[in-house]
T-cell receptor, first 112, second 110 residues
Framework: DAGVIQSPRHEVTEMGQEVTLRCKPI?????LFWYRQTMMRGLELLIY????????DSGMPEDRFSAKMPNASFSNLKIQPSEPRDSAVYFC??????????FGDGTRLSIL | SQQGEEDPQALSIQEGENATMNCSYK?????LQWYRQNSGRGLVHLIL?????REKHSGRLRVTLDTSKKSSSLLITASRAADTASYFC??????????FGAGTQVVVTP
């Protein structure tokens, strides 16, 4: 049974570059969440979708961040332009209805 | 902002001992959940307790919830080295939107 799949697992890039993080949720799940985890701020919800529609993006830090879910089996989170303070582990999670969330193993992003 | 605050921040115990960690939160909730995170991995759901429940068990896990005090506790009995991980409480105020605490780092030594 495949879980939530995130790619890449690690990304190192230079400041100013565009970064794209990808997520494949569990088949049949209707909610998808993007989180960011840092030592300083812990785990923060950035945005979540229900049936591919963004419901709440109040956690997106600024206009440099955008997320889309073009279909039920794929979502991406883009940062353009990237900055060193964007360095973090980004997690994608999915769930069905009110069931608990299933997390991917994250993308560790380093912006130099 | 973080809704839940875990206590202690870190816990070191020996195999066979029990581990207890606490979570306090600020606003009303539909349910409270506990997750485990192993180093370099995503979070794994452990147990969910609804606002009208006071205690719940799952294997070696026991969770309590006191809504009057806005607090919850997670007890891991007879700990094993494999229980070494960070443990997070998360509150669900509705619509499945979770707010996580800062976590308790548990180290179980053989």
């Amino acid at each position: 049974d495949a879980g939530v799949i995130q790619s890449p697992r690690h990304e190192v890039t230079e400041m100013g570059q565009e970064v794209t993080l990808r997520c494949k949720p569990i088949s049949g799940h209707d909610y998808l969440f993007w989180y960011r985890q840092t030592m300083m701020r812990g785990l923060e919800l950035l945005i979540y979708f229900n049936n591919n529609v963004p419901i709440d993006d109040s956690g997106m830090p600024e206009d440099r961040f955008s997320a889309k879910m073009p279909n039920a089996s794929f979502s991406n989170l883009k940062i353009q332009p990237s900055e060193p303070r964007d360095s973090a582990v980004y997690f994608c999670a999915s769930s069905f209805g009110e069931q608990p969330q299933h997390f991917g193993d994250g993308t560790r992003l380093s912006i130099l | 902002s973080q809704q839940g605050e875990e206590d202690p921040q870190a816990l070191s115990i020996q195999e066979g001992e029990n581990a207890t960690m606490n979570c306090s939160y600020k606003t009303s909730i539909n349910n409270l959940q506990w997750y485990r995170q192993n180093s370099g991995r995503g979070l794994v759901h452990l147990i969910l307790i609804r606002s009208n429940e006071r205690e719940k068990h799952s294997g070696r896990l026991r969770v309590t919830l006191d809504t009057s005090k806005k607090s919850s506790s997670l007890l891991i009995t007879a700990s094993r080295a494999a229980d070494t991980a960070s443990y997070f409480c998360a509150t669900d105020g509705g619509w499945g939107k979770l707010q996580f605490g800062a976590g308790t780092q548990v180290v179980v030594t053989p």
